[in-house]
């Protein structure tokens, strides 16, 4: 069987902010854009979809966990940079919440961790 990653969905509370802040921390061209999910098209053939929470339940037919407050979602979207510094301001000025700073990393990489708007984790790193 062969199989490769080509979207990640993320279900969010507030669509129009998720999408200003992918936009604005990353510049990705928007390719899917109706009221309840906008899909931005990454680097080399993958996406990143933007569901609202209900509309999202709705599809996948079960109901889907509330991040609120301090609370930061059980999974990641890590990227690779070109210039970590860089990236590390755009998600800062687009308001990304900062969750662990710029470090090495055991694995290797060096990486700055971040809350998007509805709690998503979001990793920006780069190998060392």
Avoid: C, N
């Amino acid at each position: 069987m062969s199989a490769r990653h080509t979207l990640t969905i993320l279900a969010v509370e507030d669509l129009a902010a998720s999408k200003a802040f992918y936009l604005d921390a990353f510049g990705w061209p928007v390719t899917v854009d109706v009221p309840v999910y906008v899909e931005l098209a990454l680097p080399e053939g993958q996406r990143l979809g933007l569901y609202t929470r209900d509309a999202y339940a709705a599809t996948v037919g079960g109901t889907v966990a509330a991040i609120g407050g301090a609370e930061i979602g059980p999974a990641e979207v890590y990227l690779y940079v070109d210039d970590l510094e860089a990236a590390i301001a755009r998600v800062s000025r687009a308001g990304g919440r900062p969750l662990s700073p710029r470090a090495p990393r055991a694995w290797g990489d060096e990486a700055a961790y971040f809350a998007d708007p509805s709690g998503h984790v979001l990793v920006v790193a780069q190998p060392r």
